[in-house]
């Protein structure tokens, strides 16, 4: 109902929708979770972290293609750009300026930036390696998704973003 009252309050609005793979986006939330709960790394067991892939918030937000079809379902799919955050994080100059096109902006405005302000870090979470323990829970929960979305990807008309997609996730 909330996308279609988007679509009726702006129905040339143009859509970005940034996806990275499943299990770092799952760990990374983790981690952050941890961090909000003031808790340290260490204090969080295997089972604690389990219970945070597994709850539903979680899994929701690492099902790209549930939430594309739900916007898709009303948008068009040429007015969403769809980014895959390994690229936006080795090269956001680049995103930047493929967001400036899909928006119709002017790219050049960019050149003005502070090239460290486009590459400085927002929101950066601690940084700890998966637990080799639980990766086998990851990719329980998200192997289909990981497999299904770049297909989803070609049918909706993205191929270029699925093989970025396949390449990303299958390292």
Same mark, same amino acid.
């Given at each position: 109902?909330?996308?279609?009252?988007a679509?009726?309050?702006?129905?040339?609005?143009?859509?970005? &929708?940034? !996806?990275?793979?499943?299990?770092?986006? @799952?760990w990374?939330?983790?981690?952050? @979770?941890?961090?909000?709960?003031?808790?340290?790394?260490?204090?969080a067991?295997?089972?604690?972290?389990?219970?945070?892939?597994?709850? +539903?918030?979680?899994?929701?937000?690492?099902?790209?293609?549930?939430?594309?079809?739900?916007?898709?379902? !009303?948008?068009p799919?040429?007015?969403?750009?769809?980014?895959?955050?390994?690229?936006?994080?080795?090269n956001? +100059?680049?995103?930047?300026?493929?967001?400036?096109?899909?928006?119709?902006?002017? #790219? *050049?405005?960019?050149d003005?930036?502070?090239?460290?302000?486009?590459?400085?870090?927002?929101?950066?979470? #601690? +940084?700890?390696?998966?637990? #080799?323990?639980?990766?086998?829970? *990851?990719?329980g929960?998200?192997?289909?998704?990981?497999?299904?979305?770049?297909? &989803?990807?070609?049918?909706v008309?993205?191929?270029? !973003?699925?093989?970025?997609?396949?390449?990303?996730?299958?390292?």
């Amino acid at each position: 109902e909330r996308i279609q009252e988007a679509y009726d309050l702006s129905p040339k609005v143009r859509l970005i &929708y940034s !996806v990275r793979n499943p299990i770092a986006r @799952a760990w990374s939330a983790a981690l952050m @979770a941890i961090q909000d709960a003031g808790m340290e790394f260490e204090e969080a067991s295997d089972q604690w972290l389990i219970d945070h892939f597994k709850s +539903k918030g979680s899994r929701n937000r690492g099902h790209y293609r549930q939430c594309m079809e739900n916007w898709l379902d !009303v948008f068009p799919s040429e007015q969403c750009l769809v980014l895959c955050f390994e690229d936006l994080s080795a090269n956001p +100059k680049q995103a930047l300026i493929d967001c400036c096109h899909h928006i119709d902006a002017n #790219p *050049l405005e960019l050149d003005s930036l502070d090239p460290k302000r486009i590459t400085e870090r927002v929101f950066a979470g #601690p +940084k700890h390696e998966i637990r #080799p323990s639980l990766l086998p829970v *990851l990719e329980g929960i998200y192997r289909t998704e990981m497999e299904q979305f770049p297909t &989803y990807l070609d049918s909706v008309g993205k191929p270029e !973003v699925a093989t970025q997609v396949r390449q990303h996730w299958s390292s």
